[in-house]
């Protein structure tokens, strides 16, 4: 067991605490963590600092091993967690990305209103759980051949929307218009493609959902302008996934692979689901290409059910999409390493830098951000447990300058699936959310369960939390009223 | 210590552990399997009407325990097998060869509970001092 919490981490101000390097010998650099002191004392937290201190072993690691106020116990990487590597000296770790490759989030606006949903909410709810499979060993509606699997890889949104599903628009407010550069199928083995293949255009299971939401807080109406976000009471459709199977079996692949590695470079690490290999190495190199097919699948991924998601609007409320005005406002993935340019002590420095569980929030002026939002800085997607809120926030400056451009990704769970199993039934679940007015439709009751609200963080503070520090900043809020869980 | 069971599920905060136990290593890497399968599916529901054969190499022992269980993970992602009984044949620190029995998921029998995306090395543990034990961690 790890010590109690204050004995493990230093207080810098409110919201900005740091584990010195002194903490554990071996950490090359020392841990920052984004909290509020009610946070820290929480027991479930003393793991997830041990996971931050690990982290800051990584070769390379630059100025600080992150956590962002959701951070929990993960495996290896905490939840919530952010690591940059140098490109020419630091190591690329599969544990830090996961093996939900690019899951994330894609917000999507409607011209509809509560007033107009409400009265439909379980006709459409059902609606988007038939047109959109969902749950353990579904199947997607699409069946591609191997050929057309690698294409996918490649292009990722672009492929989908080129075969009819979605719009050009689409792409342009995706995270790297929706197809990463660098992908390689090559890196990519059988058994990830033969998990791949059937399950492309499907949900899955566990925290996966879709979510209707209601607009019922603006922060910056300006911002929230640009986004398309005009009014409170106004509908919005939040889709949460990622690269399936696919994506799973790269990461299992490759954490193996790259366990062999760490001894054949003499990496000394404190926890094997941190195998990692040097950037420069071929071990590396392929990890890179085969994540980037990952992250192009989950795109694809979003992308396919994005449409089936307008044709049940479409159904449901009998308009055109023109009618119902859904265009995307943004997608973000939450799960990743990307390569990107920072200024490290004076220098303009190649960084690699690992999102667990945390989003990309670039501000206002940044080349990656879209043309639309250049002026206001990139939209970040925050959803919430089902029962509670989700938000949408911008990235800033100072992100750029101490999280490399990241922020938190959610509520982070406090209470384990079993616990919240055995002190829940999926059925009362259900009846507590029917009476706050939200209408769920689930694969299985179990997982209902392990998705309760109580066994979240609120959202609210932690969204809260990195709006004081700045490294993300809110503009709206919404309040579920329909949820899909697969 | 003697104990009387065949394996346990750990808690944790995003995932799940299991500990499984057996009186050799054959039989607690058969206990983590059925231990696998019983996070996915009720094993009473599982009949044995198939069989497959899974061979394994890694270069040491633990991962032999992740490779070992991430290959059923893939079997049933691929194939919607749940398996219930593994007859382990062979067995050292980085070869495994098992009989694995089971059937193809019915969803008018089979209720699945929770999907496995992959066995971890972390809080990874064969112990083979007192009795055999074997600990991994899950994404779920």
Request: hydrophobic letters at 40%; proline letters at 3%; a neutral charge.
């Amino acid at each position: 067991m790890s010590a109690p919490w204050k004995e493990i981490v230093r207080k810098i101000d409110d919201y900005r605490w740091e584990i010195p390097t002194s903490y554990k010998a071996g950490m090359l650099v020392p841990g920052l963590i984004f909290a509020s002191e009610a946070m820290l004392g929480h027991s479930w937290q003393e793991q997830a600092f041990e996971q931050v201190a690990n982290v800051a072993f990584l070769p390379g690691i630059v100025r600080n091993s992150l956590a962002m106020p959701d951070i929990h116990w993960g495996y290896g990487f905490p939840i919530g967690g952010v690591a940059a590597t140098r490109v020419k000296d630091g190591v690329v770790s599969p544990g830090g990305v996961g093996f939900d490759i690019n899951c994330g989030v894609r917000l999507v606006r409607t011209n509809l209103t509560e007033d107009e949903v409400r009265p439909k909410i379980e006709q459409l709810v059902n609606q988007l759980y038939v047109n959109i499979p969902s749950g353990l060993g579904s199947e997607g509606k699409i069946r591609v051949k191997e050929k057309e699997l690698e294409e996918v890889m490649v292009r990722g949104s672009r492929w989908a929307v080129e075969k009819g599903y979605g719009f050009l628009e689409d792409i342009i407010v995706t995270e790297e218009s929706g197809s990463m550069k660098g992908a390689n199928p090559d890196k990519v083995g059988g058994k990830a493609r033969k998990r791949g293949i059937p399950q492309l255009g499907t949900l899955g299971s566990g925290n996966h959902f879709l979510e209707v939401g209601v607009v019922d807080e603006l922060y910056n109406t300006e911002a929230a302008r640009a986004m398309g976000i005009e009014a409170l009471g106004q509908v919005l459709l939040l889709i949460h996934t990622g690269s399936r199977g696919f994506g799973h079996q790269i990461c299992t692949d490759y954490v193996a692979l790259l366990g062999e590695a760490v001894k054949r470079y003499g990496i000394s690490l404190p926890d094997r689901q941190l195998a990692c290999a040097p950037i420069s190495s071929s071990e590396g190199q392929d990890y890179l290409a085969a994540m980037s097919c990952a992250a192009n699948y989950a795109w694809a991924n979003r992308q396919f059910i994005l449409h089936w998601a307008r044709e049940s609007f479409s159904k449901v409320f009998g308009k055109s999409q023109e009618e119902l005005g859904m265009r995307q406002i943004y997608d973000v993935c939450h799960n990743i390493a990307k390569l990107e340019d920072y200024t490290i002590n004076g220098k303009k420095e190649k960084l690699c830098v690992h999102r667990k569980g945390a989003t990309r929030a670039f501000p206002a002026g940044h080349p990656d951000v879209p043309d639309i939002y250049r002026s206001i800085g990139q939209p970040v997607l925050i959803p919430g447990d089902m029962g509670r809120y989700s938000y949408v926030a911008l990235g800033t400056e100072a992100a750029m300058k101490e999280t490399f451009g990241s922020t938190c990704h959610g509520a982070g769970r406090v209470q384990s699936r079993g616990a919240a199993k055995r002190s829940l039934r999926g059925a009362d679940v259900a009846r507590a959310l029917a009476e706050k007015g939200i209408t769920v439709k689930a694969g299985s009751m179990a997982s209902l369960a392990e998705e309760a609200s109580e066994a979240y963080k609120d959202v609210t503070e932690v969204v809260d939390i990195t709006h004081k520090a700045g490294i993300s900043l809110k503009v709206a809020r919404t309040k579920p009223i329909g949820v899909v869980k697969g | 210590m003697p104990i009387n069971k065949d394996f346990e599920i750990l808690d944790h905060t995003a995932d799940v552990g299991i500990i499984a136990y057996g009186a050799d290593l054959k039989q607690a890497f058969a206990n983590a399997a059925r231990a696998l399968f019983s996070l996915i599916t009720e094993l009473d529901d599982v009949e044995e009407v198939l069989h497959q054969d899974i061979v394994v190499n890694a270069s040491d022992v633990e991962s032999l325990l992740v490779a070992w269980l991430n290959e059923l993970v893939y079997r049933f992602d691929t194939e919607a097998i749940l398996f219930k009984r593994f007859d382990i044949s062979q067995l050292d620190d980085t070869h495994l060869k098992a009989r694995s029995y089971g059937e193809k998921v019915d969803s008018s029998k089979h209720k699945l509970k929770t999907g496995v995306k992959g066995a971890t090395y972390h809080m990874l543990k064969v112990d083979k001092t007192d009795g055999f034990r074997v600990q991994v961690l899950f994404d779920i």
